[in-house]
Structure formats: structure tokens, C-alpha cells
């Protein structure tokens, strides 16, 4: 098994491209090793000294190291978990097949322009960020302020606040008139 590495904007988060599903669909996000209790991945790569977060996309596993652990260190233990993991068989995730995304309540007068919101987060926002191994997840809309989870590499990445002010809500505000503002939640 061949497992590809690359960098991403957060100097602490590095992307494990298996070469092979790692979700059916969706996402999950784990931020802390007692979050990661249905994912034997996670957990493994918890076991890792210097690992904090841990994010598995559809066909990659995004992993964020403590800022005084090495990634030359880190990185050769973290690739031989994620290959004894694929090759041993086990479930990336025990129980549901999948991480259910949250649902959000809407206002019914919103609803429509939160429908234009996330097709463009889904369609133009998510694409992009998953290719630097993360995930931006839409949670509400209220007086005009949209507020998005950041995941994965994106979460806790020194570029994370450029991106959402200068990319996310430009184009959101561009597309979408009633947007004023975008904001980072947890």
C-alpha cells in the first residue's frame, strides 16, 4: 500500500492520501482523542505522541500534530497506522456508517437564501478545501451573519481568518445580498 503525503496551509496539519475510500460520505472531525471513541483510525492515531486532531474526508486522513511534536518523527508513525488500519480490515467508523451532519433550524423566511448558501459552500467552497485537507461546515444564518465550523486543516490554520473575510465572505456577499457578514464558529 502506497500512501501519498502533502502539505497543507497550516504548517501543523499534513494530508495521508490512502489511495483508496476513506469515507463513504461525508466527514468527521475529531478534535480530541476522547471524541474519536467510534473511529478505531482515530483512535489509533490518537495513540501517537504529538497528535491533536485527526480528520478522515472521503479518500483522505488529515492529521494535526501539537506544535512542539516533529514531523519527521510524527509523520513515519502516523503513514504505519494508517496502513495497518487499511490492511487489518476494521471499519473506519464502528456504528453509523457515516458522520450525520448536524441539522440546522432554519427561519421559513430564510430558507431560501439559505439554500443559495449552501449550494455555494457545497459547490465552490468545500471542493476547494478539501483539496487542503479540511472541511467548512455551514451551521446557521441569522441577521445576515453566516456561521461556518471549520475542520480538518482548517481548523486552528494561521491562513483559516484570510480565507473566510477575504474568499468565503466576498463571494458569499457577491452571490448572496443579504450576507453580510461570515463567521467562524466551533
Excluded at 478522515?56 to 488529515?62: A, E
Excluded at 467508523?93 to 449552501?118: H, K, L, M, S
Amino acid at each position: 500500500m502506497f500512501i501519498e503525503t502533502e502539505g497543507t496551509p497550516n504548517p501543523a496539519t499534513l494530508k495521508f492520501l490512502p489511495g483508496r475510500e476513506v469515507m463513504p460520505s461525508g466527514t468527521a472531525d475529531f478534535p480530541s482523542a476522547e471524541a474519536a471513541a467510534q473511529s478505531p483510525l482515530a483512535q489509533a492515531l490518537f495513540a501517537l505522541p504529538g497528535v491533536s486532531r485527526v480528520f478522515l474526508g472521503t479518500d483522505f486522513v488529515t492529521v494535526t500534530k501539537d506544535w512542539d511534536a516533529d514531523w519527521q518523527v510524527l509523520r513515519p508513525q502516523i503513514l504505519g497506522v494508517i496502513m495497518d488500519h487499511f490492511v487489518s480490515g476494521k471499519p473506519v467508523i464502528e456504528g453509523a456508517a457515516e458522520a450525520a451532519e448536524e441539522e440546522v433550524e432554519v427561519r421559513p423566511e430564510d430558507r431560501e437564501i439559505v439554500a443559495q448558501i449552501r449550494e455555494l459552500i457545497d459547490t465552490r467552497v468545500r471542493p476547494a478545501v478539501a483539496m487542503d485537507g479540511g472541511d467548512i461546515v455551514f451551521r446557521k444564518f441569522e441577521d445576515g451573519v453566516v456561521h461556518l465550523r471549520l475542520q480538518g486543516s482548517c481548523s486552528g490554520c494561521p491562513s483559516s481568518r484570510a480565507t473566510l473575510k477575504h474568499g468565503i465572505e466576498n463571494m458569499l456577499k457577491h452571490y448572496v445580498p443579504e450576507v453580510v457578514a461570515v463567521q467562524a464558529v466551533e
